[in-house]
Every structure is written in C-alpha cells, then in structure tokens.
C-alpha cells in the first residue's frame, strides 16, 4: 500500500469524477493504458482502490484478468500523520474475495 497517492498528480494521469465520492484515473504511458477507481470518503481519506486491470497467475502459470481492490478500514495518526492503519489487498473471483494480504501499519520511520 502506499502511502503516496499525491505521487499520481505528477505522473500522466488523467481523471474522471465518477460521482461525489469516486473518481476515475486512468494513465496511459508507452502504449500501455490502464484505470482504476478510487473511492474517497466524507474527510478525504482513500479508502479503496479497485483495478479491473490486474492479472492473477493461476498454479498451471496462466494469467487470469480478475478485478483488484485495497479497502482501507481504518485511518491512524501516527507520528504526526494521519495514515491507513488497517486494509487489504484483494482478488475478486468469481466465487468470492480472496484477501491475500493483511495490514497493520503501528508505527512509521521516515527517512531515518
């Protein structure tokens, strides 16, 4: 998870307001184009990122395109900042959610 998603305002982004709290970016570099949907809530705070365009290896080394989420269950302070302190990393099947990664931020170093 990152925790520098103003690092997407620099790069070729290019942004479509979906509804109130929801906006589109899709980035096109190098013939490449991929998009996501990222949903922010009343505060500001980021509290999901869903791509449909991620790709899952299978055990027999096949790819799958399966959509791909982060959900972000909990904002902290820490240090001084308020940062994601609970999410996931998801695979959406389609015979349910994989959650393959859990988080738990407790403590932040910055540039020690």
Known sequence: MSFCPGALLDADVSWEAVDRNTVKGTLEH??????????????GKLIN??????YAAGNDGSYENIPWSTPVYEYKKINGLMLPSDAEAVWHYEDGDFAYVRL???DLVINP
Not at 30 to 43: F, N, P, Q, R
Not at 49 to 54: A, E, K, M, V
């Open 104 to 106: 738990g931020v407790r």
């Open 49 to 54: 990122f869903l791509s449909q365009d991620r």
């Open 30 to 43: 190098d013939g490449i184009t991929v998009s996501a949907v990222l949903t922010i809530d009343d505060e």
